[in-house]
């Protein structure tokens, strides 16, 4: 895989890829994720476009500082990074987290943002895993040290390792799902992870929605990937996003879960190029809005 490179914003490190040439795309991870997350898409995609995908700061390898992390902050800073690279205008992919900073960045930056990509998105319901709310109560500061110590992780590592050798293998959704935990093993970590959470979520549920604006969207072409087995976030809620967003395109993997693009990405990286030839400037008004994709 690509390298990752560095650059300064506001002071803190930012860490992301940069790679190829072309039309630019965009790929935002979720919670606890990072540019792994994409791994199998960056050199299927990087051949023909030119592919960045960073670490949001709070996660991976980019700076953890105390601050705003609400999804404002975040979308300013990817339009901070997309200045820093003199690039202008990117087709947005977004995951779960991603989804939501995904759709604030349109609200806030329109003019920046060419098509739109929503994969298991936060911010189109209030459904989410018990698990995310419960990391929005009192006390949690307490828990996750205890949850996330190295003889706690050490153990299910142990326990992983013995059910492999009799043939069990993880899921695409608990490898990237216990790769993001271990970042929880650090202090800078869990309080980026925990003002994360608490910005987007409360004990209820998601806390955040975009549906108020999601008909602003008519004009841009957008294309939701859900997992029809998630288990973080509901797939109704692609459901809910293609009756608010005129001209959406839906594509439900069966069987997967949250990670539908690591349970498949050859499937989700033809779709993304498909996507992208579909909606170019030389497709007309209605390939834009989606509706010859059906």
Not at 115 to 133: C, D, T, Y
Not at 223 to 233: A, E, P, Q, S
Request: include cysteine; proline fraction near 5%.
């Amino acid at each position: 895989m690509v390298e990752p490179q560095t650059i300064s914003l506001h002071g803190n490190s930012l860490c992301y890829i940069d790679s190829g040439a072309g039309e630019v795309v965009l790929f935002v991870h979720g919670l606890l994720g990072s540019h792994r997350n994409w791994r199998y898409l960056i050199d299927r995609i990087d051949d023909t476009h030119r592919v960045i995908v960073p670490d949001l700061f709070g996660h991976g390898s980019s700076a953890k500082p105390q601050g705003d992390y609400s999804l404002g902050a975040h979308a300013g800073m990817l339009r901070d990074l997309l200045d820093g690279l003199g690039i202008d205008k990117v087709t947005l992919v977004g995951h779960s987290l991603g989804g939501g900073i995904s759709l604030q960045f349109c609200y806030l930056f329109p003019e920046r943002v060419e098509r739109l990509v929503l994969v298991g998105s936060g911010g189109l319901g209030r459904e989410v895993i018990p698990a995310l709310r419960a990391a929005t109560l009192p006390g949690a500061e307490w828990v996750l040290p205890v949850i996330a110590s190295h003889r706690v992780r050490g153990g299910v590592e142990t326990i992983g390792r013995g059910l492999a050798m009799v043939g069990w293998r993880a899921s695409q959704d608990m490898r990237a799902a216990w790769e993001g935990f271990t970042a929880l093993s650090d202090a800078d970590g869990r309080r980026a992870f925990l003002a994360t959470t608490r910005a987007v979520i409360d004990p209820g549920g998601q806390s955040v929605a975009a549906k108020d604006y999601l008909p602003d969207l008519a004009d841009l072409p957008v294309l939701v990937v859900w997992g029809t087995n998630d288990m973080v976030i509901p797939v109704s809620h692609a459901e809910r996003a293609k009756e608010a967003i005129p001209g959406c395109r839906v594509e439900l993997f069966d069987g997967a879960g949250h990670y539908p693009h690591l349970e498949d990405p050859e499937r989700f990286a033809g779709l993304l190029r498909g996507f992208m030839a579909e909606t170019g400037p030389d497709h007309g008004t209605s390939a834009r809005n989606g509706q010859a994709a059906g």
